[in-house]
């Protein structure tokens, strides 16, 4: 089992392609949101072989299999706005004078399949002028599957789990994202590349 706990973060940028637009769509969770004790968690995990002996029973790694591809982000929510936007139910407020942040997140039960529509994920690491340290989970469907605590501390915690989806050539090869699971490290082996995080797009470290 391979687990890997991504800490000292820049920022965590959610991106959703816009088929229409032919542009990525982009929110990021900055430091402010993420603090201190922000944490995004990624397991990777072979598919394990059973054998029986006189000994007893023994599991082994099947090589070139995979079991489990799972990961999460753990992070301080300072409004609900971060969150709307994560799980994409965001609802901007439309009344006069409301701010930036002015909103809600409203559940209905009408739009679960749009619920089935995935981002990228990619977060970036504090001391890097490139992407050397970049974690990019290409397409999930974030939500929160444990409880919401209110009122226990000043800030709620939140975990927010991201639901990565393995790359299927079928179903993924024209969706306008990467053909691939999940990067670890560099977006181009060649040339220095930093995510822009307005745009969602990888470019040379000046224009980032």
Request: hydrophobic content about 35%; overall charge negative; some cysteine.
């Amino acid at each position: 089992m391979a687990v890997q706990n991504i800490t000292q973060l820049r920022r965590i940028v959610f991106r959703k392609w816009d088929a229409t637009e032919s542009t990525w769509d982009v929110f990021t969770l900055e430091p402010d949101d993420l603090g201190q004790d922000t944490v995004m968690t990624i397991n990777v995990a072979p598919r394990m072989r059973s054998r029986a002996s006189s000994l007893g029973s023994t599991e082994t790694a099947i090589s070139g299999t995979l079991d489990s591809f799972a990961g999460s982000i753990t992070f301080l929510m300072d409004t609900f706005k971060n969150l709307g936007q994560a799980i994409q139910k965001w609802n901007q407020a439309t009344y006069e004078g409301a701010g930036s942040n002015a909103g809600n997140i409203i559940w209905d039960g009408t739009d679960i399949c749009a619920e089935g529509e995935y981002m990228s994920v990619i977060a970036q690491g504090l001391c890097d002028d490139g992407s050397s340290v970049d974690v990019e989970l290409t397409r999930c469907i974030p939500s929160v599957d444990d409880d919401i605590e209110i009122g226990t501390g000043d800030t709620p915690t939140i975990t927010l789990n991201l639901h990565p989806i393995i790359y299927n050539s079928t179903l993924h090869a024209t969706d306008g994202y990467p053909q691939y699971s999940a990067r670890l490290g560099d977006y181009d082996l060649t040339t220095k590349m930093r995510l822009n995080a307005s745009t969602g797009i990888y470019a040379a470290p000046a224009s980032a």
